[in-house]
T-cell receptor, first 114, second 113 residues
Framework: DVKVTQSSRYLVKRTGEKVFLECVQD?????MFWYRQDPGLGLRLIYF???????EKGDIPEGYSVSREKKERFSLILESASTNQTSMYLC?????????????FGNGTRLTVT | GNSVTQMEGPVTLSEEAFLTINCTYT??????LFWYVQYPGEGLQLLLK?????DKGSNKGFEATYRKETTSFHLEKGSVQVSDSAVYFC????????????FGKGTHLIIQP
């Protein structure tokens, strides 16, 4: 079974801090994604990556950056955390096997910015 | 652009009731369709999928049929259990690359004993 591991389940950070959210997958997937999940808004794509060192903006990239130095690891960076970035963050991966390939999700990181 | 519409709920049912969660979509071309489930405190996991018109996806007693003529992919289960309480997401992939996955907003299902 594919395993997508997010390094923290809960994080509490202060406004203005630099925050790193880490995600590792163990199935050699090409594609990796970062979403945020908010009540009433569903899942919104922040960034995705289809290869090492490649990244593409999703629907809501403002205030975020990403890093993919190795195939298995995809990091989300909040350069200067703000209270409106309090949310559940979900990492996912998928293989490049045609458009029927499903996403595999981690268990999420609930970030609170105070 | 692509979009997925589903009832948001919460939907509250008694155990052993019949379940339908409606999902309709807008997309160009011929997307693949998915249902994901999110149990409390967990990430999303794939429940079932269908990749072409008239395909039926099924898993754990849940079923959904890809209806191109009505652009729908309704989720059904004949007899729900308390353990089915979760949030259910309908999604589509249009094959437009790694960014081609569009989610609905999720339907919160509550099953009462």
């Amino acid at each position: 079974d594919v395993k997508v591991t997010q390094s923290s389940r809960y994080l509490v950070k202060r406004t203005g801090e630099k925050v790193f959210l880490e995600c590792v997958q163990d199935m050699d997937h090409e594609n990796m994604f970062w979403y945020r999940q908010d009540p009433g808004l569903g899942l919104r794509l922040i960034y995705f990556s289809y290869d090492v060192k490649m990244k593409e903006k999703g629907d809501i990239p403002e205030g975020y950056s990403v890093s993919r130095e190795k195939k298995e690891r995809f990091s989300l960076i909040l350069e200067s955390a703000s209270t409106n970035q309090t949310s559940m963050y979900l990492c996912a991966s998928s293989s490049t096997g045609g458009y029927g390939s499903p996403l595999h999700f981690g268990n999420g990181t609930r970030l609170t910015v105070t | 652009g692509n979009s997925v519409t589903q009832m948001e709920g919460p939907v509250t049912l008694s155990e052993e009731a019949f379940l339908t969660i409606n999902c309709t979509y807008t997309a160009t071309g011929y997307p693949s369709l998915f249902w994901y489930v999110q149990y409390p405190g967990e990430g999303l996991q794939l429940l079932l999928k269908a990749t072409k018109a008239d395909d039926k996806g099924s898993n754990k007693g849940f079923e959904a049929t890809y209806r191109k003529e009505t652009t729908s992919f309704h989720l059904e289960k004949g007899s729900v259990q308390v353990s089915d309480s979760a949030v259910y997401f309908c999604a589509l992939s249009d094959g437009g690359g790694a960014d081609g996955l569009t989610f609905g907003k999720g339907t919160h299902l509550i099953i009462q004993p």
